[in-house]
């Protein structure tokens, strides 16, 4: 399996700053997502986060709250920018190896608190 | 669109019970069914299924999927407190993204 380092795991922001989250996976993946998980809820999907091209954004999710990176096939970033507590969630990243058949496999995720 | 719902949403059972975990679903075009545990804030991956009547087994752990009646359960026999974690289902469609939509999760605690 793909093992995926993020960072910070842990943050407290103030409100209307702006938080860089990183995702580093140690090899080659086809896709990275990128996921919100809000208080008491399960995994709500943010964006794909597209190799060199602009990332594919759900419905509610868009590109000047999450702009996302990804520069290359084992990186990405995701900031979350002029923060509300209401963005007060973890983060997670996951990716999909390329031997893996469609598993996904996550990051140790993000916590974020907004004052 | 896609639709995951887990029962139920919470469990407290004692160590050494058997435990089972239902996930149903809706989704266009499936592809496969997955069951994660979530014990602080990664979720860790359990299994992965794709035929139906077909059990997966790890160590005390199996799950099986149904996918005429559209479910899946994840069986934990012999539990013990390491096994307290929430666990997550998320089933993919066969649209080549492979996007997950996950259900709510079912909390499990084990009492000693």
């Known amino acids: 399996s793909a093992v995926i380092s993020q960072k910070p795991s842990r943050d407290i922001c103030q409100r209307g700053t702006s938080l860089t989250i990183q995702c580093q996976v140690d090899?080659?993946?086809?896709?990275m997502f990128w996921y919100r998980q809000q208080p008491g809820q399960s995994l709500t999907l943010i964006a794909t986060?597209?190799?060199?091209?602009?990332?594919?954004?759900e419905s509610g999710f868009v590109i000047d709250k999450f702009p996302i990176s990804r520069p290359n096939l084992t990186f990405s970033t995701l900031t979350v920018s002029n923060m509300s507590p209401e963005d007060s969630s973890i983060y997670l990243c996951?990716?999909?190896?390329?031997?893996?058949?469609?598993?996904?496999?996550f990051g140790a995720g993000t916590r974020l608190s907004v004052l | 669109e896609d639709k995951v719902v887990q029962s139920p949403l919470s469990l407290v059972v004692h160590e050494g019970d058997t435990v089972t975990l239902n996930c149903s679903y809706e989704?266009?075009?499936?592809?496969?069914l997955l069951w994660y545990k979530q014990e602080k804030k990664a979720p860790t991956f359990l299994f992965m299924l794709?035929?139906?009547?077909i059990e997966k087994k790890s160590g005390r752990l199996s799950s099986i999927l149904d996918k005429k009646e559209l479910f899946s359960i994840l069986n934990i026999t012999a539990t013990q407190t390491g096994d307290s974690a929430v666990y997550l289902c998320?089933?993919?469609?066969?649209?080549?993204?492979?996007?997950?939509?996950f259900g709510t999760g079912t909390r499990l605690t084990i009492i000693p």
């Open positions: 989704v266009t075009n499936f592809r496969s």
């Open positions: 996951s990716a999909v190896g390329t031997r893996a058949k469609n598993i996904q496999y």
């Open positions: 998320a089933v993919e469609s066969n649209f080549g993204n492979e996007k997950l939509t």
């Open positions: 090899s080659q993946v086809t896709m």
């Open positions: 986060a597209n190799q060199g091209s602009e990332a594919t954004y």
């Open positions: 794709t035929s139906s009547g």
